[in-house]
């Protein structure tokens, strides 16, 4: 597509519950990002993906988020029993390659009640 | 890790005047990038700028890639309201590992 496309792009869930968030980069792109951004705070980041190399997980804030990219384009998100401060903004950003201009998708508003 | 640091956090800014803000860190980078958020939307690349003393234009937004490498500057001539947002600059995290790091932002509010 002509841009990053994230889905859905608001979630309420209830706390405990596990959700997936969706992220289609641009295509062509090898590199895909993912970040977390609370209520008026800064980008906060999670997993990195470079073509088939192993992603950089050392953001993730604990075992319950994982991530996988499937055929190298589209990426899911998945947060586990999820907890009230998982409420935030999660933006995904893709690259040509790692390291140059990201573009961001409109992000996924996860709310947990 | 690498940390940037950008200031001032915020700004508050009459319609017309001319804005300075920077990103600083004790790291050296190769690559520096600014964006911009406006409420409610993801990060949009403004600048990008790739070496040292590089000095980049885009309209009304200049941005230079400092000559030590560890710093980069935007400036934002003649204000006008839809500046309005938070501006961050990012950097790649290091050499053969290219993950982005994005600063603390720079908010900014332009008075009518």
């Known amino acids: 597509g002509a841009g990053v496309s994230q889905s859905p792009s608001n979630k309420v869930t209830e706390k405990g519950k596990d959700v997936e968030l969706r992220c289609d980069p641009i295509s062509g792109h090898t590199a895909l990002y993912w970040y977390r951004q609370s209520l008026g705070q800064g980008l906060e980041f999670l997993i990195y993906?470079?073509?088939?190399?192993?992603?950089?997980k050392s953001g993730l804030p604990s075992d319950r988020f994982s991530a996988e990219r499937t055929g190298g384009s589209v990426s899911t998100l998945t947060i586990q029993r999820t907890q009230q401060e998982d409420s935030a903004v999660y933006l995904c950003a893709s690259s040509k390659t790692g390291g140059t201009e990201a573009f961001f998708g409109q992000g996924t508003r996860l709310t947990v009640v | 890790g690498q940390q940037l640091n950008q200031s001032p956090q915020s700004m508050f800014i009459q319609e017309g005047e001319d804005v300075s803000m920077n990103c600083t860190s004790s790291?050296?980078?190769?690559?520096w990038l600014w964006y911009k958020q406006d409420p409610g939307e993801g990060p949009v690349l403004l600048i990008a700028l790739y070496k040292a003393g590089e000095l980049t234009s885009n309209g009304r937004l200049t941005a230079q890639f400092g000559i030590t490498r560890k710093d980069s500057f935007l400036n934002i001539s003649a204000s006008i309201p839809s500046d309005v947002g938070i501006y961050f600059c990012?950097?790649?995290?290091?050499?053969?590992?290219?993950?982005?790091?994005f600063g603390t932002g720079t908010r900014l509010t332009v008075i009518p």
């Open positions: 993906f470079q073509g088939n190399s192993a992603p950089d």
């Open positions: 790291s050296i980078f190769n690559t």
């Open positions: 990012a950097a790649p995290a290091g050499r053969g590992a290219n993950n982005l790091f």
